[in-house]
């Protein structure tokens, strides 16, 4: 109860209902970092997925500093799975990404709605939270998964290093109005 607005409404009348004021509660903001890991076979070309999972510890580590929660979706063969959160990492350690391995087709979309879901119940939970959408793939799907509408920003982190670039990371970026970036160019800001 907000006894200082309260009494200024109640003036010198007697205290009844229409004179109480609340505290408007604040929302507890914060961010929530979540990330979806293409674990599929493509990634383990040129060891993409080994370098992925060590830029997500470093992101991880990132996230843990600033006290912001996170999430982990891995996707590879015909599943997505979440591996983690959100929560805020902690105890977060290369370790927890060893047994991750790769194998299969590449479900980006199922990746995607997967992470969607964990996004979607964050803004029921915590609306006032941004909401970060981290992709790491090589984006070698067919798929052309929808936008998560309960995200406020999103990084495409593409791994296509072959030689006949499809350019598919790019190409979803700019359909979803996101970054695309360049494992090279977060690891140069860690």
Sequence with gaps: MAWPATLARKRSDPLCAEHVRFLAEESKGGVLHCFALDCSASMLAGERLALAKGL???????????????????????????????????????RWLSPVGGAGGTPLA????????????????????????????????????????????????DFERDAIRLGRCAQLAREWGAECVRPEELIALS
């Design 110 to 157: 199922l990746g995607v709605d997967t992470a969607g879901q964990v996004l979607a119940r964050a803004a029921r939970t915590q609306p006032a939270q941004q909401r970060v959408l981290w992709v790491l793939t090589d984006g070698r799907s067919n798929d052309r998964p929808v936008r998560p509408t309960a995200v406020d920003r999103i990084v495409l982190v």
């Design 56 to 94: 997500l510890t470093a992101l991880f580590d990132r996230a843990g500093a600033e006290r912001a929660e996170a999430a982990l979706i891995c996707f590879g063969g015909m599943r997505a799975d979440v591996r983690f959160g959100p929560a805020v990492p902690r105890w977060w350690n290369e």
